[in-house]
Nanobody, 124 residues
Framework: QVQPVESGGGLVQAGGSLRLSCAPS????????MGWFRQAPDKEREFVAA???????NYADSVKGRFTISRDNTKNTVYLQMNSLKPEDTAVYYC??????????????????WGQGTQVTVSS
């Protein structure tokens, strides 16, 4: 059992970049699939990207080509590199963990552990 903790959110101009980090509290991410989700005001929480322990990767169409998910297993840290940011990327970004080494599902209910979120605001 792990508790994800996000960091790296902030305010950035359109076209800029941010890198989010997710590290565990109370365990490690060894053997877990890790996902990033986001939620804008008055919208449903939506899938952004996921990476399995075995290296499988999945991206939402809206971020494909702009965002990159990666993980450094020696540091027990997961990253979301966000480039070419747009105002519509503004949201609270959540890191989530699934206790399975395979698969990169988009369904929120398949992830067991969630961080508190970090705010990303992209100005126009």
């Amino acid at each position: 059992q792990v508790q994800p903790v996000e960091s790296g959110g902030g305010l950035v101009q359109a076209g800029g970049s941010l890198r989010l980090s997710c590290a565990p509290s109370g365990g490690t991410f060894r053997g877990y699939t890790m996902g990033w989700f986001r939620q804008a005001p008055d919208k449903e929480r939506e899938f952004v990207a996921a990476m399995s322990w075995r290296g499988n990767i999945n991206y939402a169409d809206s971020v494909k080509g702009r965002f990159t998910i990666s993980r450094d297993n020696t540091k027990n840290t997961v990253y979301l590199q966000m480039n070419s940011l747009k105002p519509e990327d503004t949201a609270v970004y959540y890191c989530a963990a699934r206790p399975s080494p395979w698969g990169t599902p988009v369904e929120r209910n398949l992830y067991n552990y969630w961080g508190q979120g970090t705010q990303v605001t992209v100005s126009s």
